[in-house]
């Protein structure tokens, strides 16, 4: 599949080091679209500018990526508020990558778009969260299993539900 560049894509694909940006889109009530080279207005939406880095993309082939990490910056704790209130496990993760100061229409390229894995606060005020191609797995949160070696000594009995911050869980025995 061919396609026109922009003249600023175009550009920076000459250039001999491009610092690649970054569109990131997690599917919360309220979609949370977040930018790492500035606020721009691009792919129909508001992207606001934020500390964003992506790692690790895992690709397969010529398909977008089918795991990597992210990292949110979170220095006033709104990241953290967000995935604990609304649970961040399998919610809908794209992520776009462009070479270019100017952003147009054509220019961000979907690296990535699975769900959002497990998730964990940094000392450093920041939010890890993994990234999983949706058909990479089946998910199971917390993914910590509920023993007596884990330090778990009264166990519900299989079958019960149980909500954690906001998400709902289905306990089940060992397999």
């Known amino acids: 599949m061919s396609r026109t560049l922009s003249t600023p894509t175009s550009d920076a694909s000459l250039s001999l080091v491009t610092r690649p940006g970054y569109l990131v889109e997690i599917g919360f009530e309220e979609p949370l679209r977040l930018s790492s ?18 790692s690790g993309l895992a690709h397969d082939g010529g398909r ?26 399998g919610k809908e993760v794209s992520v ?9 229409e054509a220019d961000p390229v979907r690296v990535f778009h699975g769900v959002a894995g497990s998730s964990s606060g940094g000392a450093d005020r920041t939010v890890q969260i993994a990234l999983v191609a949706r058909e990479a797995t089946v998910l199971f949160a ?27 869980y289905t306990l089940e025995p060992e397999r």
Not at 38 to 44: F, H, M
Not at 96 to 104: I, M, T
């Open 37 to 54: 080279r500035g606020t721009v207005e691009v792919l129909g939406n508001t992207w606001t500018a934020w500390d964003v880095r992506v």
């Open 64 to 89: 977008p990526a089918t795991a990597g990490q992210l990292v949110l910056g979170d220095s006033d704790q709104s990241i953290t508020a967000l995935v604990l209130g609304e649970g961040v496990a």
């Open 96 to 104: 776009w990558r462009y070479f270019a100061d100017a952003v147009e």
């Open 142 to 168: 917390p993914r910590r299993y509920m023993t007596s070696e884990t330090g778990f000594h009264a166990i519900p009995a299989a079958g019960k539900k149980i909500t954690v911050n906001g998400e709902n």
